[in-house]
């Protein structure tokens, strides 16, 4: 279902005209190397400095593979406001949103209308997405490229191998947290022509024209 759904996705929005500079296959190579390292939450901003592509961009790129018919699902959180829980995340469904949003370590209570400028979203494989372990080559850009070549032959060769990226140093002292991006850019990008409809970033943008009207 993986590259069915990625390559049924890429073909039918004509992402390849949308995003020249961006493969299908390096997509897929940077989500598979996401999850050997164990990260829970596939990173757009990790994928544009990657791929050498803005952020915007590849938050658009994304989109096109959230939702109901891709392999994302979103997963929002607010960041508390005590100087004491700093770094301190409230992850909330906007199913729920109505109940009270609160902070875990410290119990301070938010509305939807106080936290809704400052909500950020990440991008985590859905649940009933399996990756094959063998990958599949997608497309043939760089056919002469010695590491397709070995790949064909060892599909595990890249957990040999670390990316020099994923060496980083984080902020957080090691801990691996995913930086979110703006609730804000992703409602705009949102309304671009031709981006699909996501039912998530629907309720947030219906709820927050609910507190305004
Ligand atoms: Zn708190």
Request: glycine share 4%; aromatic share 12%; proline share 5%.
């Amino acid at each position: 279902m993986y590259y069915e759904k990625l390559t049924h996705i890429f073909k039918k929005m004509k992402l390849q005209e949308q995003f020249p500079n961006i493969s299908l296959d390096e997509f897929d190579k940077f989500i598979r190397k996401q999850l050997v390292y164990n990260d829970k939450y596939i990173s757009p901003y990790k994928f544009a400095l990657e791929q050498s592509v803005t952020v915007n961009d590849s938050v658009k790129f994304f989109m096109y593979f959230t939702g109901d018919e891709g392999i994302f699902d979103i997963v929002s959180y607010a960041e508390c406001s005590k100087p004491s829980c700093f770094n301190s995340r409230i992850y909330f469904d906007i199913n729920n949103v109505d109940e009270q949003i609160f902070c875990e370590e410290c119990g301070k209570i938010y509305s939807f209308d106080t936290i809704k400028r400052h909500i950020k979203i990440l991008f985590k494989l859905k649940e009933s997405i399996t990756i094959p372990d063998k990958a599949q080559r997608i497309s043939r850009r760089d056919p002469n490229s010695a590491y397709e070549a070995l790949r064909e032959l060892h599909p595990n060769l890249k957990k040999q191998s670390p990316p020099s990226l994923s060496n980083a140093p984080t902020c957080d002292g090691g801990e691996k947290r995913e930086a979110g991006i703006d609730l804000e850019v992703v409602l705009e990008i949102s309304t671009e022509t031709g981006m699909p409809v996501i039912s998530a970033v629907e309720k947030f943008k219906n709820k927050i024209q609910s507190l305004a009207g």
